[in-house]
């Protein structure tokens, strides 16, 4: 559906005494669809001359044309004697096709009203709007004063030099169930009458209509007095009927005040169908919001189901409703877009304190979220570390166990004495010890490594603008350079001490071959010491890896981001203690050698020989793996009034996941939400959620099940679908709120079904004592 141009204001003549016979209709229409750029079909337009209407101009407006005509009259209406009246726009109820065939009748009033002649004085008598209202009681008829105009407006109709402020409850329910919005040529100076309706406490259903107040079709959109630059066009998001400008001036989001025609979304669901004897779904959906309303077991969540299973072409054979066949359903869906469906009961599951899943298994939640990738960076690089650390340890007890089993083949230290004398050995001064010849070996593996990321932040700096590419291009070039120099000394090292060690060898052999008894022990000797060493040098690993493993921990929380008000993070927060800690190890280890506290943990604790033999390979990297799973990222949510998510109640972390659904903008896929208003406060569903509907509308196709009045009135559906279950066999149909269903109006569907029907409201009303309506003001007498 298109925004359609209104103009409610157009005189035919300047004198209602004497009616122009020959007004140029074909004129007004051409000169309308210019100025507005479109078709008849998006214009609704009325002809309101002073207290009369020219039954020849509206003759001629709907015979030759198809362009939309709401039948109207600019009356004058006085408050007080001694004060000039003001102009009001009167429009009826009736439909185009029986516009003529009332002119007579309605003229037939208006010359009783108004019994001197149609242009009257401020000296004639002129009706009150009390009288008028009595005098077309059997019409159906909206009513909108001048308000913002420089004449005739409705605020300055009564004595300013006097305490007179209409301001009695009678006056004000007059006021309350007559004035449906007023008029002006443009949204500027208006302030002085919203200023006054908002003190009768009406403004925020009574809204303004421009009109241009245009005489000559000539000069369109002039009004009077020749001026067109004042002039700011209306253009409503309803049908162009009474209804549907009814439903505008109660919605101030249904009325844009622009040279342009707006445009609305385009990328949506537009049609659904299916038929057989057990179900009849023939429905249109538009842009905004489409509101499902109906009875029990009257095919509602069937109906959202089966739309959003077609889509996603995820119909499974046991499903609910296979017996109505919705695996048949034809949904028109042109953009192909795939909508964000929460069903009943949906969140509620999620926010349980017992339930496994979170509330990151909402799409839009989890993508509402800035990206965990930087986040997985962060922790995979820590749990890198974790399983180096992991690691560590374990070669360090391989590296123990072999070196005790080394041990036990030595003979035992006394044997190592020895009578003889043996020749020193010079070569073992320039001998490196093992840990010198440690620190200067750079491993090919890591080489490789380094340079692969070496060439990784080449790509990033080559890319990103804030870094200095050739800066970061030379430093690496230098680094590698360093790093080639450092494995050529290296090379040139080893080279040296294998030199060395021949001749230490040779030496030796030669003092072994004289000496072979003494030589031996000696050689064993120092066997023994290297391979002490080793033990040592393990043993501090093992003991340095345990109390890494038991410190560990790391927090990363991603950068914060606003959303409806709420802050949002993801946190990535990872401590070891000793239960996970053991529970891991003790997972590799068979059942009689289970450790029951860390402490007692001792290297001999993991030789294989106490490891479970169906785990022996991999045992580090099954561990590893097992503690791994204790990474688990955090979806955080502090709400607009500072409070923590995870201390809320059911109810109000339910408001704000819906917030954060509705106030998705990442993508325009319709959003589908059965029953909003389940669990949440009436405040809530009456201010903040239905304000997040309204912009939600504004640029997606929303589709709600709801039982309360509340969704579709408040929030202003552009379309109704009325499920009803007829004998067994479910009828679904849809329509414009303005609109009716099967000769019911569908704002009386929603009084019946969701609202206890209008005598419930009535007497709610009544309850109420609504004899003001002033916002905030007490209704007590």
Same mark, same amino acid.
């Given at each position: 559906?298109?925004?359609?141009?209104?103009?409610?204001?157009?005189?035919?003549?300047?004198?209602?005494?004497?009616?122009?016979?020959?007004?140029?209709?074909?004129?007004?229409?051409?000169?309308?669809?210019?100025?507005?750029?479109?078709?008849?079909?998006?214009?609704?337009?009325?002809?309101?001359?002073?207290?009369?209407?020219?039954?020849?101009?509206?003759?001629?407006?709907?015979?030759?044309?198809?362009?939309?005509?709401?039948? $109207?009259?600019?009356?004058?209406?006085?408050?007080?004697?001694?004060?000039?009246?003001?102009?009001?726009?009167?429009?009826?109820?009736?439909?185009?096709?029986?516009?003529?065939?009332?002119?007579?009748?309605?003229?037939?009033?208006?010359?009783?009203?108004?019994?001197?002649?149609?242009?009257?004085?401020?000296?004639?008598?002129?009706?009150?709007?009390?009288?008028?209202?009595?005098?077309?009681?059997?019409?159906?008829?909206?009513?909108?004063?001048?308000?913002?105009?420089?004449?005739?407006?409705?605020?300055?109709?009564?004595?300013?030099?006097?305490?007179?402020?209409?301001?009695?409850?009678?006056?004000?329910?007059?006021?309350?169930?007559?004035?449906?919005?007023?008029?002006?040529?443009? +949204?500027?100076?208006?302030?002085?009458?919203?200023?006054?309706?908002?003190?009768?406490?009406?403004?925020?259903?009574?809204?303004?209509?421009?009109?241009?107040?245009?005489?000559?079709?000539?000069?369109?959109?002039?009004?009077?007095?020749?001026?067109?630059?004042?002039?700011?066009?209306?253009?409503?998001?309803?049908?162009?009927?009474?209804?549907?400008?009814?439903?505008?001036?109660?919605?101030?989001?249904?009325?844009?005040?622009?040279?342009?025609?707006? %445009?609305?979304?385009?990328?949506?669901?537009?049609?659904?169908?299916?038929?057989?004897?057990?179900?009849?779904?023939?429905?249109?959906?538009?842009?905004?919001?489409?509101?499902?309303?109906?009875?029990?077991?009257?095919?509602?969540?069937?109906?959202?189901?089966?739309?959003?299973?077609?889509?996603?072409?995820?119909?499974?054979?046991?499903?609910?409703?296979?017996?109505?066949?919705?695996?048949?359903?034809?949904?028109?869906?042109?953009?192909?877009?795939?909508?964000?469906?929460?069903?009943?009961?949906?969140?509620?599951?999620?926010?349980?304190?017992?339930?496994?899943?979170?509330?990151?298994?909402?799409?839009?939640?989890?993508?509402?979220?800035?990206? %965990?990738?930087?986040?997985?960076?962060?922790?995979?690089?820590?749990?890198?570390?974790?399983?180096?650390?992991?690691?560590?340890?374990?070669?360090?007890?391989?590296?123990?166990?072999?070196?005790?089993?080394?041990?036990?083949?030595?003979?035992?230290?006394?044997?190592?004495?020895?009578?003889?004398?043996?020749?020193?050995?010079?070569?073992?001064?320039?001998?490196?010890?093992?840990?010198?010849?440690?620190?200067?070996?750079?491993?090919?593996?890591?080489?490789?490594?380094?340079?692969?990321?070496?060439?990784?932040?080449?790509?990033?700096?080559?890319?990103?603008?804030?870094?200095?590419?050739?800066?970061?291009?030379?430093?690496?070039?230098?680094?590698?350079?360093?790093?080639?120099?450092?494995?050529?000394?290296?090379?040139?090292?080893?080279?040296?001490?294998?030199?060395?060690?021949?001749? %230490?060898?040779?030496?030796?052999?030669?003092?072994?071959?004289?000496?072979?008894?003494?030589?031996?022990?000696?050689?064993?000797?120092?066997?023994?010491?290297?391979?002490?060493?080793?033990?040592?040098?393990?043993?501090?690993?093992?003991?340095?890896?345990?109390?890494?493993?038991?410190?560990?921990?790391?927090?990363?929380?991603?950068?914060?981001?606003?959303?409806?008000?709420?802050?949002?993070?993801?946190?990535?927060?990872?401590?070891?203690?000793?239960?996970?800690?053991?529970?891991?190890?003790?997972?590799?280890?068979?059942?009689?050698?289970?450790?029951?506290?860390?402490?007692?943990?001792?290297?001999?604790?993991?030789?294989?020989?106490?490891?479970?033999?169906?785990?022996?390979?991999?045992?580090?990297?099954?561990?590893?793996?097992?503690?791994?799973?204790?990474?688990?990222?955090?979806?955080?949510?502090?709400?607009?009034?500072?409070?923590?998510?995870?201390?809320?109640?059911? $109810?109000?972390?339910?408001?704000?996941?819906?917030?954060?659904?509705?106030?998705?903008?990442?993508?325009?896929?319709?959003?589908?939400?059965?029953?909003?208003?389940? +669990?949440?406060?009436?405040?809530?569903?009456?201010?903040?959620?239905?304000?997040?509907?309204?912009?939600?509308?504004?640029?997606?196709?929303?589709?709600?099940?709801?039982?309360?009045?509340?969704?579709?009135?408040?929030?202003?559906?552009?379309?109704?679908?009325?499920?009803?279950?007829?004998?067994?066999?479910?009828?679904?149909?849809? $329509?414009?709120?303005?609109?009716?269903?099967?000769?019911?109006?569908?704002?009386?569907?929603?009084?019946?079904?969701?609202?206890?029907?209008?005598?419930?409201?009535?007497?709610?009303?009544?309850?109420? +004592?609504?004899?003001?309506?002033?916002?905030?003001?007490? +209704?007590?007498?």
């Amino acid at each position: 559906m298109n925004a359609i141009y209104t103009d409610l204001h157009i005189h035919t003549s300047e004198n209602a005494d004497k009616l122009n016979s020959n007004y140029d209709v074909d004129t007004l229409i051409k000169h309308i669809k210019t100025y507005s750029g479109v078709e008849c079909t998006d214009i609704l337009i009325s002809l309101t001359d002073h207290n009369v209407v020219n039954k020849n101009a509206y003759t001629k407006l709907i015979n030759s044309s198809d362009i939309n005509v709401l039948l $109207g009259v600019e009356l004058h209406v006085r408050n007080y004697p001694e004060c000039k009246p003001y102009h009001c726009h009167i429009y009826f109820d009736i439909s185009r096709d029986c516009i003529l065939e009332n002119i007579d009748s309605i003229n037939g009033i208006l010359k009783t009203l108004y019994k001197n002649k149609c242009m009257v004085t401020g000296n004639d008598y002129i009706p009150s709007l009390e009288e008028i209202s009595k005098s077309f009681d059997k019409y159906d008829y909206l009513m909108l004063p001048h308000g913002g105009q420089s004449h005739c407006t409705f605020d300055k109709s009564f004595p300013r030099d006097k305490d007179i402020s209409f301001d009695t409850a009678l006056e004000r329910n007059i006021y309350y169930n007559q004035f449906d919005g007023f008029t002006s040529r443009s +949204n500027e100076g208006v302030e002085e009458t919203e200023s006054y309706f908002k003190k009768l406490g009406i403004s925020s259903f009574i809204n303004l209509i421009t009109c241009t107040d245009n005489y000559d079709p000539n000069k369109y959109p002039a009004s009077k007095n020749g001026n067109t630059e004042d002039f700011l066009p209306t253009w409503i998001n309803s049908k162009p009927t009474f209804q549907g400008l009814r439903l505008a001036l109660s919605e101030k989001t249904r009325l844009y005040y622009q040279k342009m025609q707006p %445009k609305f979304i385009a990328d949506y669901i537009k049609h659904v169908e299916l038929k057989n004897e057990l179900i009849d779904i023939d429905i249109d959906l538009t842009p905004g919001l489409n509101v499902i309303i109906g009875g029990s077991s009257s095919g509602k969540t069937l109906l959202m189901d089966s739309i959003y299973n077609s889509i996603n072409n995820s119909f499974t054979q046991d499903n609910t409703y296979q017996k109505f066949h919705v695996d048949l359903i034809k949904v028109d869906n042109p953009a192909g877009n795939t909508p964000h469906y929460i069903n009943q009961n949906y969140i509620i599951k999620l926010i349980d304190e017992n339930s496994e899943e979170g509330i990151e298994n909402i799409d839009i939640i989890r993508n509402t979220f800035l990206s %965990k990738d930087n986040l997985d960076k962060k922790a995979n690089s820590e749990l890198k570390k974790l399983e180096d650390t992991i690691n560590d340890l374990f070669n360090a007890v391989s590296n123990i166990e072999l070196t005790e089993k080394n041990i036990r083949n030595i003979k035992h230290f006394p044997r190592f004495l020895s009578k003889s004398d043996l020749k020193t050995n010079y070569f073992d001064i320039w001998m490196p010890s093992q840990n010198v010849q440690n620190i200067t070996i750079i491993d090919e593996v890591d080489l490789q490594s380094w340079d692969e990321q070496f060439e990784q932040i080449l790509r990033i700096a080559e890319t990103n603008p804030f870094i200095d590419y050739y800066k970061i291009k030379q430093s690496i070039k230098n680094i590698r350079e360093e790093l080639i120099l450092a494995k050529k000394k290296e090379k040139k090292s080893n080279n040296v001490i294998e030199t060395i060690r021949m001749y %230490k060898d040779q030496f030796d052999k030669q003092e072994s071959q004289e000496k072979t008894d003494a030589a031996s022990k000696k050689k064993e000797f120092e066997q023994l010491l290297a391979l002490i060493s080793d033990y040592k040098k393990n043993y501090i690993l093992f003991e340095k890896s345990l109390q890494k493993i038991k410190q560990f921990s790391f927090r990363y929380i991603s950068d914060p981001i606003k959303s409806n008000g709420h802050i949002l993070s993801i946190e990535s927060n990872f401590i070891l203690n000793e239960t996970i800690i053991l529970d891991a190890i003790n997972s590799v280890l068979s059942s009689n050698n289970k450790i029951i506290h860390l402490s007692e943990m001792k290297p001999e604790s993991l030789f294989t020989s106490k490891i479970d033999g169906r785990k022996k390979k991999n045992i580090a990297s099954s561990i590893y793996k097992k503690i791994q799973k204790e990474n688990k990222r955090k979806y955080v949510i502090t709400t607009k009034d500072n409070k923590n998510f995870d201390s809320l109640s059911p $109810g109000w972390k339910t408001a704000v996941l819906l917030d954060l659904i509705l106030g998705y903008s990442k993508d325009n896929a319709p959003v589908f939400i059965d029953q909003p208003e389940d +669990n949440l406060a009436t405040s809530y569903i009456n201010g903040d959620l239905v304000n997040a509907i309204k912009k939600c509308k504004e640029k997606k196709q929303l589709l709600i099940i709801s039982h309360n009045a509340t969704i579709p009135m408040l929030a202003d559906a552009q379309n109704i679908i009325l499920c009803k279950n007829i004998n067994g066999k479910i009828l679904i149909r849809s $329509g414009a709120m303005e609109d009716s269903i099967d000769g019911k109006k569908n704002i009386d569907s929603i009084a019946e079904i969701t609202d206890g029907g209008k005598a419930s409201v009535k007497k709610r009303v009544k309850k109420y +004592n609504l004899k003001s309506f002033r916002e905030g003001e007490s +209704n007590e007498n």
